[in-house]
């Protein structure tokens, strides 16, 4: 890596980390790690979400709406809910700032 290239990366995790997104997720991060139980709850609640996002086909409508009602209880959390916000407002722009970076660059991945 250049240390031009290396220079403008770190520019933008500056620039990030600085954003109201990331302070108002690290925000609610911290005050969710005051509460280990909640947080543990919480994580578990994150990774039985990815892992329905990642096998999409392996469940159906009744499945997401069982997971849902399973964890009911914690999502009527205000924390838990302004948390989870936080961070899926925090993913969209980490999303965008790749594809802008991405758009241009022809990496040519046709062959997947």
Aim: aromatic content about 8%; glycine content about 2%.
């Amino acid at each position: 890596m250049t240390d031009a290239v290396r220079a403008k990366a770190e520019e933008l995790k500056y620039a990030i980390l600085n954003s109201e997104e990331y302070k108002n997720f690290d925000g609610y991060r911290r005050k969710l790690n005051d509460n280990p139980e909640l947080k543990a709850k919480v994580n578990a609640f994150r990774a039985g979400n990815v892992q329905m996002q990642m096998q999409k086909a392996s469940y159906g409508n009744a499945d997401v709406q069982s997971f849902a009602n399973e964890h009911v209880d914690l999502l009527s959390n205000s924390l838990v809910r302004d948390f989870l916000n936080a961070e899926l407002i925090l993913c969209k722009m980490i999303r965008k700032v790749d594809s802008m970076i991405l758009s241009d660059v022809e990496l040519e991945l046709d062959f997947l």
